[in-house]
C-alpha cells in the first residue's frame, strides 16, 4: 500500500543535541509538509514543500530546518532542541491541486531530556 | 497561520447515537476543508472532505456540513460506535492564494459509551 512511513517511532535527545526526524513516502506526492503536535493540541504547520520550493510558516522558529534531497524523502532537523521542543512530528504529503487531501505518517515523538 | 477553532473539547454519547463535531474558521477566502480522525498514538486519519462549492456531502455513515456564510463545519457520525471513539479535526485549507498549507483546529475528543 502506498504510504507514508516516519522513522523512528520514538526518539529521545538531550537537551541541545541535534536531531533528525526521517519521513518518506511512497505516494509520488509533490507536497510535503512537517507539523508539530503537543499533547492534547492540535498538529501546527511547521513548513512544507512544493517540490523543491521550501515554504516556512512565519512563526516557526529557526531552530527547525528541513532538506527535501528528493521526492520521496524528507527531513526534519532540530538543530539544539530544548525541553518545549517535545512533541509528537508528523509528516504528511498531499498531491498539489485543490481537493487533494494531508496523508499522514504515525509520527516521531520526541522526548528532550 | 490560520484560525480554525471547535466549539466543544468534549463530547461524549452513547454508542447507537449520532453525533455532531462542529467547527467554525475564520478565513472566508478557505475553499476545501477537511476532517481527520486521530487515535492515540497514531497520525490524523482522513475521514472526509468538502469543497466550498458544496454545502453537504456524504461518506459512509459520516456527513460533513459547510456553512460558508457563518463560516461553519460540521460532522455527523451516524449511529456511533465505540470505535469511532477519537480525537476529530478539521483542517482547512487557507484558501488557494496560500498555497497548499493546511491549517487545523483545536480538537474535539468524541468517547462513546457502551
Known amino acids: 500500500d502506498a504510504m507514508v512511513i516516519q522513522n523512528p517511532r520514538y526518539q529521545v535527545t538531550q537537551f541541545g543535541k541535534p536531531v533528525t526526524l526521517s519521513c518518506s513516502q511512497t505516494?509520488?506526492?509533490?507536497?510535503m509538509y512537517w507539523y508539530q503536535q503537543k499533547s492534547s493540541q492540535a498538529p501546527k504547520l511547521l513548513f512544507h514543500?512544493?517540490?523543491?520550493?521550501?515554504?516556512n510558516e512565519a512563526d516557526t522558529p529557526d531552530n527547525f530546518q528541513s532538506r527535501r534531497p528528493n521526492t520521496s524523502f524528507c527531513f526534519l532537523d532540530i538543530r539544539s532542541p530544548g525541553l518545549g521542543d517535545a512533541a509528537m512530528y508528523l509528516c504528511?504529503?498531499?498531491?498539489?491541486?485543490?481537493?487533494?487531501?494531508?496523508?499522514f505518517g504515525n509520527g516521531t515523538r520526541l522526548t528532550v531530556t | 497561520g490560520e484560525s480554525v477553532g471547535l466549539h466543544l473539547p468534549t463530547l461524549s454519547v452513547q454508542e447507537g447515537d449520532n453525533s455532531i463535531i462542529n467547527c467554525a474558521y475564520s478565513?472566508?477566502?478557505?475553499?476545501?476543508f477537511i476532517w481527520y480522525k486521530q487515535e492515540s498514538g497514531k497520525g490524523p486519519q482522513f475521514i472526509i472532505d468538502?469543497?466550498?462549492?458544496?454545502d453537504k456531502r456524504q461518506g459512509q455513515r459520516v456527513t460533513v456540513l459547510l456553512n460558508k456564510t457563518v463560516k461553519h463545519l460540521s460532522l455527523q457520525i451516524a449511529a456511533t460506535q465505540p470505535g469511532d471513539s477519537a480525537v476529530y479535526f478539521c483542517?482547512?485549507?487557507?484558501?488557494?492564494?496560500?498555497?497548499?498549507?493546511?491549517?487545523f483546529g483545536t480538537g474535539t475528543s468524541l468517547t462513546v459509551i457502551p
Open positions: 504528511a504529503t498531499s498531491g498539489q491541486g485543490l481537493g487533494s487531501p494531508l496523508h
Open positions: 505516494l509520488n506526492h509533490n507536497v
Open positions: 514543500y512544493y517540490d523543491k520550493d521550501f515554504n
Open positions: 478565513n472566508s477566502a478557505s475553499d476545501y
Open positions: 468538502i469543497r466550498s462549492n458544496m
Open positions: 483542517a482547512e485549507n487557507g484558501g488557494s492564494n496560500t498555497g497548499n498549507q493546511f491549517y
